[in-house]
């Protein structure tokens, strides 16, 4: 489904993203691990086209979308969420999601009126619906910027969702949750992967996640691809663990779309 | 809090829109007329000097007993002064409050690109019932922009008639300084005023004096670099200069005709440079440049005009010097047309007051008569001036010969 | 009378402007060019009752499309840039019309006068209003008018879709087109729709000015147009309502009687009120105190 | 020998756009503080140009008292403005949250009206004469010559912006606003005081733009209030060319501008002149919106 080719981002001498190849089939949870700075959400960046590529390509569903602008990746059903949340936070819940429904389905066959202008009824059902699923229906009054933490999250996801989006790239979101979140997190993507049919790209940190949830993953190290495999075959490996031990202590920030 | 502070601003605001209209009721007869001109921004001082020389000369017509109202008894000037800031909308503003209130005539404003509008919004010709524009007298004795009181009947203005006064100064020139031929003109363009009296004064009556105009250059009012200007000028060698160009920019380019050594024979300025601001700006520079004035303090009129104007903190020159000739003329024709001066009179006493103007051939003016022209325009006396010492000095009374 | 209905004009006039502003500020944009947009509007609305002698209204439509059509071509290479360089680029661009208008020579004979802009020396006797017999009054309503439709059209906008989405531009550019929103597309809009809004009021402004110079529409115009969207708030059209009758009610007409001091207090009074209301006059948490208070009132009744 | 190209020989052109780069380095020191500032606090002053002129209009009122020699003259305007520069930051800044980023804006076109006010008030805004050094000097080859109090007032501001450039990049006080510039987290956490930074960079530019102002004033010899808004806007133009935060670029907009400006005048004239100049710097900014030395992607 989403095909990454030599894909390949340079800021200036650093080697954010370098030749990376990945594949993700139809139908999986895909996780990609690596320390922090090993260029996780530069590539969701570039799949997503927040900033050009240096070299390579993106395929997605076997067209070429290289470069193509964020809008447009999502008009192709690519969804996604960011490592630091990033909610219109002045805008209430509502709003939040009402101006997300841009997904194929929903905007596709609207005329121009009622896709900008008033909104019409399937989309302020859609919404009543993706309120729902986050739970935050008794909040949908309230600016975006006042929720709790892990409210903004379930927000965001929401959002992303709103576009009913073919491939889902969720970067860290279980960051900063505890244990009792991670696991109704865990339930969600499981969800969202069997029920909805949605193919979901994860980037994370947490473990418990990311080997419960994936069906494969690939492991990054210095823009590089090391490793590939199943959560299993991953845990074994050699030098995902030496690439974990040797930089788990330092800190940095990875992309530069998100500072 | 909030509401509180916002509440508290609308108070504010209505308490002083209504406070505008109010002024203390006077317990004899008065007659009200109502200054007007720009006292902030650059142009402040115009605003200052005016409203300083109508003071006086309010006072001085109240020292003397005051007006004579149609009934026979006497009522006193009063007079109100405000600020335009020499802007088109607040002038505009400034007027229908004017209008609105019980003065009789306006006198101002300073600025040319606002007495365009408010001659606008005037009502253009006195019977024309269709027209929906304001009816109110305006005396204007600074904007001084060619041929703006024919826009409206109402509209009269006290300013020198340029065209009029260059004609005669370019024959006294090719009079007085036969060996002068050719003639190079400076322009600031963007300024309504100078950019008028270039292209249709100065340009056209030298050619008329018999000289060739060789050039002319063009700057801006806020332009600071002249280099490029005076190097045209110097290039066209001209035997003297005539420069359309106010204060500021004056003393730029006729500092840079010195640093660049450019020395014509003879240099000519506007005349609303013939001011005080020249002087504090570049009077060495502006040595000798020769400008027609219409106020000079050579009669004991104009003296005792420009010490009043002094002890009220202003000062006389071409511009202010009007407004108490106005304020002059105003009184003249307010006893000579009968004016009531009672609340229900107003507007007639307004049309009495502005056909009145309309009648007048001739107004006595501080340094000689003042032709009244049909269209509302004066045809002034005037002298010419130069800069020498640092003072105003008069070179020559084309009147006396 | 007539002074508070001229100054109601003024009032409305400025309203006009500062909407045009506001609507751009909602993308995060602080667009300079509103002076410049606003002398489109009003050289060709007067132009077109002078000299094509035509009613105010389709003049003034003509005029407002005119600016608005050119906002749309200018604003696809405007837009490639954001933030200051967008704020540094429109003063540029507005700049740019008006020394057009000042060396925009076109005039006609009629009656033995010569009607028409003339460059520097401007253009006067717009006199649509005076010459059809409006009454300052009327024109004060013909203006409100306006200024109602076009405040009502934005705050259905704004309670719509499409407010929501010119909002989330403004408040995160990347987070908006992550969500599918096409940001060149809605700025451009947003700065169309203020292009012609400003167009109409640069109509209204050149006639009941009668007279417009290429001096009137500076920086100082296109400066007063952004502040007061910024010092009414920009949560609701009604800021920028309370922010002219703020600087145009209260500093220029309200504050005569402090003399000389009022145009000193002038800047001083706005650096205070940025000082108080950061966000301006109607900020977030006015909005939800009113609303808090709707809502209250609806339950109790 | 007599190339001409439409209608100007290659002299005229030499000439014109040296006359223009030595004028463009008033709005070169004048783009350096807007700058500076910015690159400090992401923030623009708009009254900036307005404390400079400020501050050459103190040292004109400090001279009407007691007579003073053009030198101290410009040294009181500097210090003038350097406390106008803090007043500035006091009234705009010190006290708006740094998220209400348009609250400041606003704030300083505020304080460009007072300033502008108050200057017009305490003159009646009538232009007042101001010391020069060597304003009729001319040096002249031939056909071609330069204004001595030009060329003097180019080499200060290239001083001016060498004492800058050693602040910035060799004391201690510059590391700290750099550091602040950068990353004003971590300065305030390794306990820099950022206020502290902020206001002495509103000091020093200031201070800076208090000599220009001296400049501009002793280049046309006379002050007047007219001056602020052309200015705000060409030093504003010198900044976003040269790229906002850069302080080499300010001063390459800076005399681009002045060269530009010239040049455009001699060939078009001077009605046309600052409408080309805008559309210039329209196009720029549209193709190159990084400016020449910009680094747009720190600041979006």
New interface residues.
Partial sequence: MLELRGLSKHFGGVRAVDGLDVTVERGQIFGLIGPNGSGKSTTVNLV?G?FPVTAGSVSFEGAEITNS???VA??NGI??T?QNI??????TVW??L??????QES?RSQGFFSR????NRG?RASVEEQLEFSGLADKRDE?AGSLAFGEQRRLELA??L??RPKLLLLDEPAAGMNLEEVKQLDERLRWLNEQQGITILLVEHVMELVMGVTHRIAALNFGRKIAEGSPAEIQQNQAVQEAYLGRSEEEGDEGG?SS | M?KQ??SL??A??VA??L??GATPAAAERTAKIAGFGA???VVRSFGVNTEAVMQAAVEHINSQGGVKLGDGSMAMLEMSF??D?CN???G??VL??I??SDALVAVGPTCS?VA??LF??L??SVDDA?????RIPIFTDTAI?GGLAK?SEWAFRNVPNETEMYRTLFLWVKENYPDLQTVYGGVE????HS??TWYNVMDTRAQEAGFEVVGFSKWLLADTNFTQQVREMKKAKPDFVALSSHPFTLCGILKEMNRQRVRPKLMIGLTSSSSMETLQGCSKAAEGIIIPSSFAPVTDAAKMVAKLADEKGGSADLHSAAAWEIVEVIAQVMESEGVMATEDSVQEDRRKIRDGLAKLETTNGLIGTIMREGDGEATKPYLYVHAQDGEWAVLHDPGAS | ???????VQ?LGVHTIIGLSAYVI?LTGQ?SMAQAGFCAIGAYIAGMLTVLAEWHIIPGMLVGGLAAGALACVVGF??L??????F???T???G??VR??W??FDYQISRGGFEIGPL????F????F????????LEVAIFVWVWVILIMAILWW?DR???G??L??VG??E??????????TAVKVTAFTIGGFIAGLGGGIYAH????V????F???LA?FA??YP??GGLRTVVGTL?AV??IQ??L??????LG?L???L??????L?????????ID???TR?LGRLFRAERGGA | MEIEIFGWTLLDYFQTIVDGVLYGATYAIIGIGFTLI?GVMDK?NLAYAATALAGAYFSWGVGTQIPLPAPVAYVISSIAAGGFGYLVYL??FR???SG?P??????T??????????I??STQGMPQPYPALFDDVMLEWGDFGMRGDLLFVFCLCVLATVFLLYVLYRTKLGMATRAVAQQPVAAQLCGMSVQGTNSTTFVIAGAIGGIAGAMIGASVGILSPLLT?PVT?KG??AA?IGG?GSIPGAIVGGLLIGAFENTFQLLRSV??R??YV??L???F???R?GGIFGTASR??
């Fill in positions: 997503c927040v602008p964020p809008h999502l008009g969804a996604r960011f990033r909610l219109f936070s002045e805008l709003q939040n009402w101006v997300a429904q841009n997904g905007v900008w202008l008033s909104g989309q600016p959002r992303a709103a576009a779309g | 909030k502070t916002l601003l609308s504010v605001a002083a829109l406070g505008t006292k902030s921004g405000d600020d800031r088109a909308e607040e505009i503003s229908r409050k209008a609105s690109n365009e509008p606008g919004i009502q253009r269709g027209d929906s524009g304001l922009k826009i363009e963007d300024f309504a950019r008028f | 009378m007539d002074f508070i209905w001229g100054l003024i500020l602080v290479p405007a490639r840039v954001k933030g200051l360089m704020t540094v680029a003063l540029a661009f700049e740019f020394l057009f000042f060396n460059g520097g020396e401007g006067r006797q717009i006199r209003f005076p010459e059809n017999g409006w009454s300052t906008m719509s879709r499409i929501a989405v909002r989330a408040e995160d990347l987070a908006a087109q992550s969500v599918g929103i096409n940001l009941y000015t009668t007279h110079e290429h001096l009137n500076g920086v100082l400066t952004i502040a910024i010092l309370l009758l703020f009610g209260v220029v007409e309200g504050l005569r009687f000389d009022r145009n000193i002038f800047g001083a009074f706005i650096v009120a940025m000082n108080l209301r950061p966000a301006g006059f977030a948490r006015v105190a | 910015f623009l009234c705009n006290y708006i949250p209400a348009l609250a400041s804006l606003l704030a076109v505020g304080m460009l009206l007072f300033l502008e006010e108050l017009v008030h808004v806007v504003l133009i976003v906002l009605t046309e600052d409408m805008m559309l710097l329209f196009a900014l549209a193709f919106p600041h979006e």
